[in-house]
Nanobody
């Protein structure tokens, strides 16, 4: 079983950048497909980006494509989300998620994931 802890959130101005981290403990990190989701106030949690076990495959929501980059370092047991050109619509609590898998697909739905972090707040001011 894996435990996930997000960090790196904060307050940034429009056009700024942040890098989120998701540190994992327990389990074998390279056996997990990983993803980022976010939830804005009054809205449902939505998919942001996903990455396969070894980082060879990635997928992004249309709203972040070209601005956000997901990556992982299996040796450090950490996943990242580099967020550039941030705008107020990106304001949300960001969650990382993990799913054990025996192969290397991408998962984009909340129900696909078994383990979640507690979230980190990202606020983009206009």
């Amino acid at each position: 079983q894996v435990q996930l802890v997000e960090s790196g959130g904060g307050l940034v101005q429009t056009g700024g950048s942040l890098r989120l981290s998701c540190a994992a403990s327990g389990g074998t990190f390279s056996t997990y497909a990983m993803g980022w989701f976010r939830q804005a106030p009054g809205k449902e949690r939505e998919f942001v980006a996903a990455i396969s076990r070894y980082g060879t495959n990635t997928y992004y929501a249309d709203s972040v494509e070209g601005r956000f980059t997901i990556s992982r370092d299996n040796a450090k047991r950490t996943m990242y989300l580099q967020m550039n050109s941030l705008n107020p619509e990106d304001t949300a609590v960001y969650f990382c998620a993990a799913r054990p898998t025996g192969y290397t697909p991408i998962f984009t739905h909340m129900n696909d994931y078994d383990y979640w972090g507690q979230g980190t707040q990202v606020t983009v001011s206009s």
